[in-house]
């Protein structure tokens, strides 16, 4: 039980890294940000890159769907022609 517990101490240790990792891209583009506009707004910034965060990532899984897709359509025209 007490190993359990370290391996789990252990891998909520890397999420906090990670997750520090995380907050530390979203700082540097939040000073990048604000380095090209007024530097006063900062929650601004900082809700804009949330969205820019979002889009990203609802862009790279699209681009995984459409690399699916397109696995699956070579599959289908490998198939078929064979």
């Known amino acids: 039980m007490i190993f359990n517990y370290a391996r789990f101490s252990s891998t909520s240790f890397n999420y906090s890294s990670f997750s520090n990792t995380r907050f530390s891209n979203t700082r540097f583009s939040n000073t990048r940000f604000s380095n ?6 900062r929650f601004i910034d900082s809700r804009f890159t949330r969205i820019l965060l979002n889009c990203v990532r609802f862009s790279s899984t699209r681009l995984s769907y459409i690399r699916f897709t397109n696995t699956r359509f070579s599959n289908t025209r490998f198939n078929s022609s064979s």
């Open 36 to 41: 090209t506009s007024f530097r006063n707004t």
